[in-house]
């Protein structure tokens, strides 16, 4: 039986590992975590994102500019968390309001959607 969510992947084009990693680790504050030795050599990284992990892994030859799959991460102030992207270059999207909830989406640097949101 499934009790819940490991870990989610996304990914960056191959070498850009230390363009994502300043995204994700400067700006958006992840804390790097080690990969196992034995997957290290496939390239990208892991972080810790509250009590699970994602997994950002590389590959090529995708658009992910046109996919609505996407990871929402849940903020305490999303306020705080929109003036940190605009000051960081990052271009929020409009969102479909959803009751109970302020959020809103933006691509990262690789064009990967994402969504913050908190509720209200």
């Known amino acids: 039986m499934i009790i819940g969510f490991h870990h989610a992947q996304i990914t960056i084009p191959k070498g850009q590992e230390d363009e994502a990693k300043d995204f994700y680790c400067q700006v958006l504050g992840f804390k790097e975590i080690q990969k196992p030795q034995s997957l290290i050599g496939r390239g990208g ?3 810790q ?4 992990e994602l997994h950002i892994g590389t590959e090529d030859g995708v658009d992910r500019s046109k996919t609505k799959a ?17 000051h960081n270059g990052i271009s929020l999207l409009e969102s479909v309001p959803i009751p109970g909830y302020e959020r809103f989406e933006f691509r990262d640097p690789f064009g990967n959607r994402v969504e913050c949101i908190q509720p209200l």
Not at 49 to 52: H, I, K, L, R, T
Not at 70 to 86: F, G, N, Q, S, T
């Open 45 to 47: 990284f892991w972080v």
């Open 70 to 86: 996407h990871l929402a991460y849940r903020v305490e102030d999303i306020k705080k968390m929109e003036e940190v992207l605009k």
């Open 49 to 52: 994102v509250g009590n699970q």
